[in-house]
């Protein structure tokens, strides 16, 4: 079973920010926290993945809590082709990505 | 990042016959590649973990004599589902993950292969 919760939708303007929450209370001290997104019909993207500290790349930003109970993705300035469902994945100490239900973003004009 | 294919992109097929599906790491090489399958309107699940050189290991309810594994290279794994039927119809997706590397690796996606099965 997934060991995330995300809420199922949300919106964002073009241009503006976007905050996907994720909320994974009972994650483990050497779980990472990874995320990917599917666009309609496409096999799922790597967008980025942490331990303990924020990280930063060239698609977005993960802020994770200092509980690490939680963490958001943030796409600094949404674009049309960022629609998708994103996937909050904590990775178990094997290979396995367990797919929850994701978040559905849609970003509007 | 990584480039992972797969071939063919759609396949349509008749009940009862098989239909092999090939995943294959372009650009690095994948001691194991994870095979998925997606339902209309649902997340992906995991169906089997391939490991080159060994048996892939199934996940729990999944038939292994349906749906064959074989990954006899570092860059190929191929899923055969066997006696296609209608329910077995569609998005396979595998991934693969880089050798040599640690088990929190990362992993790369192909594009998916949407099985249709008349």
């Known amino acids: 079973d997934a060991k995330t919760t995300q809420p199922p939708s949300m919106d964002c303007a073009e241009g503006r920010a976007a905050n996907l929450p994720c909320n994974h209370s009972t994650i483990s001290g050497n779980e990472y926290v990874y995320w990917y997104r599917q666009i309609h019909s496409q096999g799922p993207q790597y967008i980025i993945h942490g331990l303990k500290n924020n990280e930063t790349n060239e698609m977005a930003s993960l802020i994770i809590t200092e509980d690490r109970k939680s963490s958001t993705l943030i796409l600094p300035h949404a674009t049309l082709r960022d629609t998708a469902v994103y996937y909050c994945i904590v990775r178990w100490n094997t290979d396995k990505l367990i797919f929850g239900t994701g978040t559905r973003l849609q970003v509007f004009p | 990042g990584a480039v992972v294919s797969q071939h063919p992109s759609r396949v349509i097929c008749k009940s009862g016959t098989s239909v092999k599906i090939e995943c294959r790491s372009l650009d690095f090489q994948a001691t194991t590649m994870f095979w998925y399958r997606q339902f209309p309107k649902q997340s992906l699940m995991l169906m089997a973990t391939s490991n080159e050189g060994s048996k892939a290991t199934y996940e729990q309810g999944v038939e292994k004599d349906k749906f064959l594994i074989n990954h006899a290279s570092l860059t190929l794994s191929t899923l055969t589902v066997t006696s296609a039927h209608p329910e077995d119809s569609s998005f396979y997706i595998c991934?693969?993950?880089?050798?040599?590397?640690?088990?929190?690796?990362?992993?790369?996606f192909g594009p998916g292969t949407r099985l249709t099965v008349l």
């Open positions: 991934s693969a993950r880089r050798s040599g590397g640690s088990a929190t690796d990362t992993q790369y």
